[in-house]
């Protein structure tokens, strides 16, 4: 049978496939269209058929708002699993899991550099992270990037992305929606733009707490946003919601977002936002 193999690999029938269907396509959640995944990461994970604005995690986010040669910040270190929790796992077997499938030691990543030339520090929240969830490591990494942009004297952006506060760190997790919250009000006191960039999903203690306390609000379009679930909402209410609510869409209509940009348009429009709001004498 050797002559036979010999045939067979000439044919390219005994090489291993290069790549699988699962690696070829994708599936938009929104309008269930299959699309090649090339030309989905091309189009900055939207959808060309509907317009979904699909997940992108950290990296991606920072690389598409800052301009090359960006600094990452280090992620804190803090206290882990200082309630010794365990539900089915125990938390830090969670951790090692998450960490496992991701290259940074939390959900929250900071870089410092420039939008367009106009100095900013962007932190971003990844909700591949245990759904971005808000521990102390989330908080105290947003503390350290608005200390940075104070003594750079620049923006602070932060790009939302979470399920809320992290259950595994009960109160010690609450307890970050307050220190968020002092840091914004220095930033406010030193006169420096603190912008909020809301994407899908934004929900929970983040929604209640420094997603909604920017001095401007933007939102990519059909962005979840809501702090409570819509069916406990109904129940509590006995009213049926509207369909666009909890949505970046009904949001703006209603005041609370300032504007909805889409992904391809978000570095020039906070480069506008910075030309407004940023000092004159801003950092380099």
């Given amino acids: ?96 899991a998450a960490r496992a499938k991701s290259p940074h030691a939390d959900a929250f990543v900071t870089g410092s550099g420039t939008i367009n030339g106009k100095a900013a520090v962007v932190g971003v929240q990844d909700f591949s992270f245990m759904g971005g969830s808000m521990g102390m490591a989330v908080g105290e990494a947003f503390c350290q990037g608005a200390q940075k942009a104070l003594d750079r004297k620049c923006a602070f952006i932060v790009v939302t992305a979470s399920g809320g506060a992290r259950m595994q760190e009960g109160i010690l997790g609450l307890m970050q929606m307050p220190r968020a919250t002092i840091m914004t009000r220095r930033l406010k006191a030193a006169g420096l733009p603190y912008i909020v960039l809301l994407t899908d999903p934004t929900s929970g203690g983040v929604m209640a707490a420094y997603a909604m306390l920017g001095d401007i609000h933007i939102a990519e379009p059909g962005a979840t946003l809501a702090f409570t679930g819509r069916r406990v909402i109904e129940e509590t209410i006995r009213q049926k919601l509207p369909d666009d609510f909890q949505t970046s869409e009904y949001y703006s209509k209603h005041g609370m977002v300032d504007m909805i940009v889409p992904r391809k348009e978000l570095k020039e429009r906070l480069a506008t936002v910075l030309d407004f709001l940023q000092p004159a004498d801003e950092a380099a």
């Fill in 1 to 96: 049978m050797s002559w036979l193999n010999r045939v067979r690999n000439s044919l390219g029938f005994g090489a291993e496939k290069s790549s699988t269907e699962k690696d070829l396509w994708i599936k938009c959640p929104n309008c269930q269209e299959m699309l090649f995944v090339s030309d989905y990461e091309e189009n900055l994970h939207v959808c060309p058929k509907c317009g979904h604005h699909g997940r992108i995690n950290a990296d991606t986010r920072l690389s598409l708002l800052l301009d090359e040669g960006f600094e990452l910040l280090p992620i804190p270190e803090v206290t882990e699993d200082p309630l010794k929790f365990k539900d089915s796992k125990k938390y830090t077997d969670r951790l090692k």
